[in-house]
């Protein structure tokens, strides 16, 4: 049985949080910067202009708790969450990771801001 649709081989998760005008904490779209607001929309279309949007499916999250750090997104497989973002990074990202196969690890947050994640069995042992 064939598919029309493949299954994805990369989710690019891009938080699209943004806080109310006047909250001190930050945000990965910011009312001030009219970029932050056009960063999905950049990589939506970057990925439609590449032919890859099929095959790599982009999508709008809400804070994942790194907003000091924003905008970030985070690829999947691989964990790789990718901070302090612009198109410019977007697009190099694009590039060189989803379709070169190797990580931009000056755009990707310090370790001791992500860490290892923590297996849920582990949690429940203590």
Same mark, same amino acid.
């Given at each position: @049985?064939? /598919?029309? #649709?493949?299954? =994805?081989?990369?989710? $690019?998760?891009?938080?699209?949080? *943004?806080?109310? =005008? ?10 001030? *910067?009219?970029? *932050?607001?056009? !960063?999905? %929309?950049? @990589?939506?279309?970057? !990925? ?10 982009? #999508?709008?999250?809400?804070? %994942?708790? &790194? ?5 970030? %997104? !985070? ?6 969450? /990718? ?8 697009? &190099? #990202?694009?590039?060189?990771?989803? $379709? ?9 947050? =310090?370790?001791? %801001? ?5 297996? =849920?069995?582990?949690? !429940?042992?203590?």
């Amino acid at each position: @049985m064939e /598919y029309s #649709i493949p299954q =994805p081989a990369f989710y $690019i998760f891009k938080c699209q949080q *943004s806080a109310p =005008p006047g909250m001190p904490k930050p945000s990965c779209v910011s009312q001030a *910067s009219v970029e *932050s607001q056009q !960063l999905f %929309m950049h @990589m939506a279309q970057s !990925l439609m202009q590449k032919g890859i949007v099929s095959t790599v499916q982009p #999508i709008q999250t809400g804070c %994942m708790n &790194r907003c000091q750090l924003g905008p970030i %997104m !985070l690829v999947e497989p691989g964990h790789t969450m /990718y901070v302090n973002l612009n198109k410019e990074k977007i697009d &190099r #990202i694009i590039e060189e990771h989803i $379709i070169g196969g190797n990580v931009v690890e000056e755009y990707v947050i =310090p370790n001791e %801001m992500w860490g290892d994640a923590i297996d =849920p069995k582990t949690l !429940l042992q203590q």
